[in-house]
């Protein structure tokens, strides 16, 4: 099953799928620049920043005007780590670190899209958005049944400029309509979300270079993260108590997300909180009473 999924809460998506050994579909960062050596500048969130007109640049080039949004230029860790606001030249003169950039600090809805892309043309789309907390933290996603007009306007004039011989499936990330960093790969926390059949047309695109998904069910979803204090070494629930969490109505999968076996400092984590499991449901307030059933378990 070569759908190289390196975090083994999501292994539950992906077990049956039926993908030659020959296709090699990657679901995080690493694997995904790895095997797109022609694409793999989308990574580099000043590129993608320049590549839309916008004011950017790396750290040692200061801002003529406050505030800016500051992050790594590359990231492959994930869960927003380094980022800041930075307010005045105070703060970027405290903050100045090789290998980090600033740009315009964007404001609107902060949106993730799932694209599959055939030779740079989109042919199906999917939005979340989540509901943030503090400190890097969200409480839940919704992945959209519905569109965005404007957003995929956008989306497809920039992927046509800019991936026009990429085929395969793309992640972007855009708030209020300004793209903040692609990658070349989907949202593997909720593939679940999107319906009977879409695994097997995500392994026919990168078997085949054609989509081929009827999405005849598309309903929105739910992924409910669950976070607890920093500074705890967490266990794993009991097996049977996953498994009753996810029969509970509603829901669609369990994921507890973290190693057991590492050390909690050596996982990639908001500031915010650890991350301890996520629960797709198609039901909010299902889902939210499958986060209560772990939440009394962990906390």
């Not at 090789?98 to 599959?116: I, R």
């Not at 404007?150 to 309509?177: D, F, H, P």
């Not at 909720?190 to 005849?216: K, N, Q, S, T, V």
């Not at 984590?269 to 939440?295: E, I, S, T, W, Y």
Request: hydrophobic share 40%; proline share 8%; glycine share 10%.
């Amino acid at each position: 099953m070569p759908i190289i999924e390196p975090a083994p809460w999501r292994h539950q998506f992906f077990d049956g799928a039926d993908c030659p050994d020959t296709v090699f579909i990657p679901t995080d960062d690493p694997e995904a620049w790895q095997w797109n050596p022609e694409h793999r500048w989308v990574f580099d969130k000043l590129l993608v920043a320049l590549s839309q007109g916008l004011t950017a640049a790396p750290h040692g080039l200061e801002p003529s005007a406050y505030p800016v949004f500051s992050k790594p230029i590359y990231n492959f860790g994930g869960m927003g780590a380094g980022s800041r606001i930075l307010s005045c030249r105070e703060d970027y003169i405290a903050h100045m670190t090789p290998g980090h950039m600033w740009m315009p600090l964007c404001s609107g809805a902060h949106v993730s899209s799932d694209a599959a892309v055939v030779n740079g043309r989109i042919r199906w789309l999917r939005h979340a958005t989540g509901l943030p907390t503090t400190a890097g933290m969200f409480d839940y996603w919704t992945v959209h049944a519905g569109g965005n007009l404007g957003l995929e306007a956008m989306l497809a004039a920039w992927t046509e400029r800019q991936l026009a011989t990429y085929t395969g499936m793309l992640n972007i990330e855009s708030i209020g309509g300004t793209i903040i960093e692609a990658h070349l790969r989907f949202a593997d926390q909720w593939p679940d979300l999107y319906g009977p059949g879409w695994i097997d047309a995500l392994i026919g695109l990168y078997r085949d270079r054609e989509w081929d998904f009827g999405d005849r069910h598309r309903c929105d979803g739910y992924s409910l993260a669950l976070f607890g204090p920093h500074g705890r070494r967490y266990r794993h629930p009991p097996a049977k108590l996953i498994e009753k969490v996810r029969r509970m109505p509603g829901v669609s999968s369990v994921q507890i997300t973290f190693h057991e076996d590492r050390a909690p400092e050596l996982h990639s984590m908001p500031p915010g909180g650890f991350r301890v499991a996520l629960v797709n449901a198609f039901n909010l307030k299902q889902g939210k009473a499958a986060r209560d059933a772990l939440h009394a378990w962990f906390l």
